[in-house]
């Protein structure tokens, strides 16, 4: 197997920490789409055994990110951008929904968290750190979904989320790192809505925020960012 997993798991729960090291390999793209899958070289890279490791697989094939032919192979799944769009949208909606309903607890406090968050989006934009970028970039929209009261919305919105950060990591990839990030002046644009209170103008700038990230453009550019690493 070319990418190797390095973690040794010492702690009980196996599966659990099987699954999480080698999700979070996948996530970042230590382990890159396509990559072959052998339970014995996990198990062994791991020093586990193979049980909770075919667990643990099988826990990643129900979220899409490993794929596998009956007694042929399992491989870590390609990136699917062509059905990134509805998810987008779900995520857009939800955090819309939470803005909406929760517009007059916004004070001055939040909205300066949101301006601390989004110029630090942009330092780290600036230095090349991608992951921290996304990290950052969720903190900022997780103040969002942190106004609402409704306990349902975040655990539906960190696992849509959780299956578009491999293509996030592709797309801030693809973007030029000395220049200002897009999110970064979309967020301006929201925090201006927000802090003179205008609802509809704050909706539409996170809309908007949504809508960059996933035009034809960058489906065209990550595609052919993918088809160059494999």
């Known amino acids: ?50 049980t909770p490791v075919r667990e643990a697989i099988l826990m990643l094939e129900n979220e899409d990110l490993v794929v596998t032919k009956a007694n042929q192979w399992t491989m870590v799944a390609p990136i699917r951008v062509d059905r990134l769009k509805d ?42 750190n991608i992951l921290k970028v996304i990290d950052l970039d969720n903190e900022f929209h997780d103040k969002i979904i942190g106004l609402s ?43 201006e809505a927000i802090k003179e209170r205008k609802l509809d103008e704050a909706l539409e700038a996170l809309q908007q925020n949504w809508t960059t990230t996933i035009t034809d453009e960058s489906i065209e550019k990550i595609n052919k960012l993918i088809n160059q690493e494999n």
């Open 1 to 50: 197997m070319e990418n190797k997993v390095n973690n040794k798991i010492k702690r009980t729960f196996v599966k659990d920490q099987a699954y999480n090291i080698l999700h979070e390999q996948i996530i970042n793209g230590t382990l890159k789409p396509y990559t072959q899958l052998k339970i014995s070289d996990l198990s062994k890279e791991l020093g586990i055994s193979r």
């Open 87 to 128: 998810i987008y949208e779900l995520v857009a909606g939800l955090e819309k929904y939470a803005l909406k309903n929760n517009f007059d607890k916004i004070d001055d406090a939040f909205i300066n968290d949101l301006i601390k968050i989004n110029e630090k989006i942009k330092t780290e934009h600036m230095n090349g």
């Open 149 to 191: 009261d409704n306990k349902e919305i975040k655990p539906i919105v960190d696992k849509l989320k959780n299956r578009l950060k491999r293509f996030e990591i592709c797309f801030y990839m693809a973007k030029d790192s000395h220049k200002e990030p897009s999110t970064y002046n979309e967020h301006l644009v929201m925090i």
